[in-house]
């Protein structure tokens, strides 16, 4: 099975919202775990960033923070 590409988008801002990646939803620990991640840990771990982009995004709006 190949391996699931990184969730980096290059961005790598961690100043802002509970320190997560503004980029990607990561946090640091995570995007180092990433190459040692089982599969199925990836999978629930994309759900999660997906969750994470999402509120960010919302907090953004409403609260109209920039990062």
């Known amino acids: ?7 980096c ?3 790598c801002d961690f ?7 503004a980029g990607c939803g990561c946090t640091r620990q995570e995007l180092k775990d990433w190459k040692h991640m089982e599969p ?5 771990l994309q759900e999660k960033l997906q969750k ?5 995004a919302k907090f953004r709006t409403e ?5």
């Open 52 to 56: 994470r982009m999402d509120q960010m």
């Open 40 to 44: 199925d840990n990836i999978n629930e």
């Open 9 to 11: 988008t290059n961005v």
């Open 15 to 21: 100043s802002h919202y509970k320190g997560w990646c």
């Open 63 to 67: 609260n109209k923070w920039k990062g």
């Open 1 to 7: 099975m190949k391996r699931q590409k990184s969730p």
